[in-house]
């Protein structure tokens, strides 16, 4: 078992709070991801988990049990860094189970969980062989069998794929997502990659200056954001988002058209998802734009248009000609997926 429950968690260093009143239950065997830009308090806040650092409010359990005064080595989590902090002068055997030798665990006990742990991980053929002959997802597969090894409540990653390049990132990411469907173990992981955050999580928890923004299924924070934060920070590219007015019945975008509009209350601005702009001929579109650049990416191209006072506007499509750079082009945004924000950045 390894529910963890955070009640009105704070975390002070002198007179800066960091962390800011924070609820969060995360549930037995869930893959939660905490997000955020730099100084979110992300990484603090899986250190309070951890216990590496002090809660200076609240209280935070695991398995309905406070643990909130307890050592990290009494809260039954591991924990897997950036760095993989292994031991050069070991094999990847004797690094996968250093902590059961210094716990006092016999030989046996210690070898039978190596091998599985390393059956796991696909590491049976390396166990005899030093860290430096490891490649760095080789590397951070160790890191990580030695945190399965301890048999945990739960896993703490922070950032862990930080350190590789792309294409190795993709084939820990892949690792990572079946390791979670093998043990069924609760995770918490921090990263500032949204595709990791995006493929990896059950539930993400995005911040925002210690402050918790939304929690939500990927899918639910990419087509329902709560606010203006969440709606621009989800999503590469990010959300489109124009200045707008309302009358109840329409809305209008300045120095542009105009479109229906049927919330109750009025919005300052529009969101709009880049996949979710169509092309169309300038004359009467609700909005009108000069393509500045074009990148060709393959199945997609990305057209970046200077709208005028509407501010800059991406395009993604998948069909342009390839003279399309220059030109001033209507837009269609398909009406089912506008979203509109208030004075108080909140979605309506």
Known sequence: MGAIQLEKVE??????????GVDLEILDGELVIFVGPSGCGKSTLLRLISGLEETSRGRILIDGEDVTAKLPSERGLSMVFQSYALYPHMTVGENMGFGLKTAGESKSDIASKVGEAARILKLENLLDRKPKALSGGQRQRVAIGRAITREPRGFLFDEPLSNLDAALRVEMRFEIAKLHETLGTTM????????????????????????IMQVGAPRTLYEKPDNLFVAQFIGSPKMNVLPCETDGQTYRIPGHGTGPYDRAQPAVKLGIRPEHIGL?????????????????????????????????????????PEDIRGKTVGLQFEPERLHFFGEDEQAL
């Open 11 to 20: 975390k002070w260093f002198g007179n800066v709070q960091v962390i800011k």
């Open 280 to 320: 169309t001929d300038p004359e009467g579109a609700v909005c009108t734009g000069k393509v500045e650049v074009a990148e060709y990416l393959g199945a997609d191209t990305y057209l970046y248009l200077d709208c005028a006072e509407a501010g800059q506007v991406i395009i993604r499509t998948s069909d342009v």
């Open 188 to 211: 918490v992981y921090v990263t500032h990659d949204q595709v990791e955050a995006m493929t990896l999580a059950d539930r993400i928890v995005v911040l925002k200056d210690g402050v």
